[in-house]
């Protein structure tokens, strides 16, 4: 029952798409409105098709229907509702089935927030929309369906891969990442549209910026969230690991960062078309390489779920996306001259170009670690792995350069910056670089790349709060309003530059924690009987194994420590460090314990125990500042709210005239 | 601004920055050569002769039972990893995973020494997606279900 309902709305929904993919090409050549309106229809239809199946998942899910191919992968009786739910995620075929969703809410809603509007680009854009669409359909119908039938019926399954199942975060990762990486198929598709119907204005740019500052954000909120499980549930104390998988979520938001800021000198002076169209498409090619190396079990990782036949649909997929974007590129190339010249080399759009050369370096390095494995594996059959030793020696200039653009970009005007307007912007963001790679050093720091990573992270961190500085105190004087007025009334005027300030200092909280933990990481491993202390490497504080207890849950065994945190020997805190065994699978997962402090995280894992309680192995590790890093990504994700929220100028357009379109003017 | 001084400088544009981009493909090039670890076998570590020492290799093979050596106050392990037909000694510094025990798949990472012993920096336990019941009795819950208490969080 439930496998009908499911596979006849996914069948539906792609025989439908594949109409209206026609339709909306026909539609458009030949004039006809009432083939356009029911291509439209088509996009508002698939979103109730795919809910449904969506829905019929989780029911089959929560009701434990072990009929159904996916419930019997993934169910199982013993684990806990909420965990029921969310393993619509864990596994391949339920992945492929809420991407699907989620590309069906896109597509609906950006066909119905810009229905009638910029003549022929809208339909070009809905084909392209309907076109990937109907890609992902195609493989719920066959190498990916989840509503297969078990015959006989299993009377239980296995439950969730284990180490999905055992952290909270794992509710929050994947949705966001699937926002991130389906989000971007709405600016792609209407880059080709524009490249179809010959719009080739930055129409296109305006009508998708804040969908892709969303999709962005999301992105960026997803790598997060993936990094603070790495940390809480790996058990090494990392939160990085140059890991396949990591690399095929990084890939795209380093490509969609370098667009959020090229966009901008298009806008501004006209340049850089081609080069915009190139990284729109490159960052969809990238979220469809990143789920073909996630998905396809091409690499080996907790990511990784089966090896099948999917791989080369996914293959086939990027391939004919690549071709067709290269030919539809080459085809307008002669319409696509830049309006506008570098008129100095001391400008803003300088900023911009070096910050796109550096991302795209960055890219193309990461792709580069990441595919020569596959490569090698491929062409000489040998196994290999492209050590962290490698991305660090290529990435750490990289970034420590950005971070000093960071603080360049904003500091510079647009065009040409005179002498004097260099000095009084870049001498107080220098001096405080200096003072801060000064008081490093002194303080013992000798890792090139930490100082560099301090001093220009202050640089940038000054320059940006400048920007409020001045925008603020000019108000005050023109406006004769007080600090706070002053402040709300600047940012609402202009939500996108003040709002990507907020990010970058979000940016610069993340890249001072990354530095600070990864240089001053300390570890020790001490195996401790039931009420012995050991100090905790940097000799701060000391830890006591009190004892050992174990609880017997539906899902899983727990064997955990109690621990008593201890400073110049009184208690301060305690940790539970645990091993979960799950029911099904041999290899117990490790629960660490983190206690976070803004200045220093003390991290605890229980590695093994002996059987009787006596006592047990600990991994015991210091990391300064790791905090800053969440904190980064909670500020990024501020900063993105204040760049998607309506501006004045926007808002009154809206009032007045819908068919304005979004965002014209406000950039300085 | 002329016409000729406009091409002039974006043909420098794009001079330098193929310049920039080629340099770099450089790098990344010699980097990556550089720091690839070979996933490998004992047996064809050991085919690899001299080039087989000193350079980072993850091994992978099976704890050959009987061999290990676990001083748990030093935390110094010690074990030899075979593959069925080579054997190699492996030495390594910190607390083995709970689930080590003989006869289990290991990767390790590290260097293998003039010596002949193999220096592990990390060492995993090998992940069988597959499931298989544990023998009787090596259930966790019958094993360490002395260590469950009253009350207990």
Redesign the interface.
Known sequence: MIQTIGSSSIAVALALTLYGVVAAVVGVRRRRPELLRSAEAVAYTNFGLLSLATLAMVYALVTHDFSVSYVAQVGSRSTPLFITIISLWSALEGSILFWGWVLAAYTAAAVYLNRERHGSLVPYALTILLGVGAFFYLLLVGPANPFGTRWPVPADGPGPNPLLQNHILMAVHPPLLYLGYVGMTVPFAFAIGALLSGRLDDTWIRTTRRWTVAAWTFLTLAIVAGMWWSYEVLGWGGYWAWDPVENASFMPWLTATAFLHSVMVQERRGMLKVWNLSLIIATFLLTILGTFLTRSGIVSSVHAFTAGSIGYYFLAFIAAILVFSLVVLAGRSQELRSAGNLDGVASRETVFLLNNLLLSAFTFTVLLGTLYPLVAEALRGVKVSVGAPFYNRMTLPLCVALLFLMGVGPALPWRSASRETLRRQLLPPLAAAVLVAVASVAFGVRQVYAVLAFAFGAFALVANLREYGTGVRARMRAHAEGPLTALRHLVAANPRRYGGYVAHIGVIAMAIGIAASSTFRMERDATLRSGETVEVPGGRFALRFDELWALDEPQRFVVGAYMTVLREGREIGRLDPRLNFYRGNDQPIATPAVRTRPDLDIYVNLMAFERDGSSATFRILTEPLVFWIWLGGGIIGLGAAIALWPGRRRRAALMTDPAIPAGKGGER | ?SGRG?AG?RIA?IVG?VL??GG??Y??YG??D???????TPTELLERGDAAYDA?V?LGGQVDPGTVVWD??A?DLRFQLTDGTQRIEVHS????????RDGIGVVVEGRLTRAGIFESTNLM?K??NE????PEGH???Q???????EG??
């Open positions: 601004m406009r400088r544009l920055a920039i981009l770099f493909g790098l990344v980097g990556l550089e720091n690839l670890v070979y996933f490998l980072p993850r748990a106050a935390l510094k910190g607390a083995p995973p709970q689930m080590f336990v992940h069988s499931y298989r019941p544990p259930e966790p819950r094993m360490y279900k002395s260590l469950v208490r207990a969080r």
